[in-house]
């Protein structure tokens, strides 16, 4: 085949399979579904590295019951509205939803909603946002405000009445990795939203059920969680 062959039929090659990048990106306008899943051109996106809470759950400020997970969805909402919004996959779930991170215009979807306390960073899949939970915490925004549930908690606990949320983003805890017998301290989130970690000896070791192991102080208090506090 001549040069000038070759490169036609290239171009028809080209034209019939764009390039596999392009696929990666889901970009137009979008509607929210919850405070952290999207349709965006018609295709279910849902947003990496953080929780927010589910639509039903409500969260408490004092002695006030709020919909908290509505409240999610309503500044998504807000944040998706006119303007076009730009996803990148970082993988699939399993309901098929492209697992991304995206930005309405200059604004990081997934960030905005864990730094104006919106969403929690999803841990078990992602450090990225952490900082911008505790960022939230400090300053008491949206579900810091007062006492809620986390995400996966709540889900957790509706599973016999709602059948169909079992498998949203759940996998194994973390444990410490083998041959490392140091890491015994034991990371627990409680039902008011608080991250304590326990060591061995204290009053409340054996009876914790931990959602991270760690092996130093140090790390569990960089992962978010404050040392449990033991009164005498």
Not at 104 to 127: C, H, I, K
Not at 143 to 165: H, K, T, V
Not at 178 to 205: D, E, F, T
Request: a neutral charge; glycine letters at 10%.
């Amino acid at each position: 085949m001549s040069g000038a062959g070759s490169v036609a039929l290239l171009l028809v090659v080209v034209v019939a399979n764009p390039v596999a990048a392009g696929a990666q990106v889901i970009s137009g306008t979008a509607s929210a579904v919850d405070g952290d899943s999207l349709v965006v051109d018609g295709q279910k996106v849902r947003l990496f590295g953080i929780d927010a809470p589910e639509y039903t759950q409500t969260c408490k400020r004092g002695d006030e019951t709020w919909d908290c997970g509505r409240a999610a969805k309503e500044k998504l909402s807000a944040l998706v509205a006119g303007t076009i919004v730009e996803c990148r996959r970082v993988s699939v779930d399993s309901y098929g939803r492209a697992v991304s991170t995206c930005m309405a215009g200059p604004e990081d979807l997934n960030r905005t909603m864990v730094e104006q306390g919106w969403a929690v960073a999803y841990r078990e899949f992602s450090a990225d946002y952490v900082g911008a939970e505790q960022h939230a915490k400090r300053n008491g925004l949206g579900i810091w405000a007062g006492e809620f549930e986390l995400p996966s908690d709540y889900r957790a606990s509706q599973l016999p009445r709602e059948p169909e949320l079992r498998g949203q983003f759940v996998r194994p805890r973390r444990t410490a990795p083998a041959g490392l017998s140091s890491c015994v301290i034991k990371g627990n989130r409680n039902r008011r939203g608080q991250w304590i970690y326990h060591l061995p000896g204290m009053p409340y070791y054996e009876a914790t059920r931990p959602e991270e192991m760690f092996c130093t102080e140090a790390e569990a208090q960089a992962a978010g969680y404050r040392r449990a506090i033991v009164r005498p």
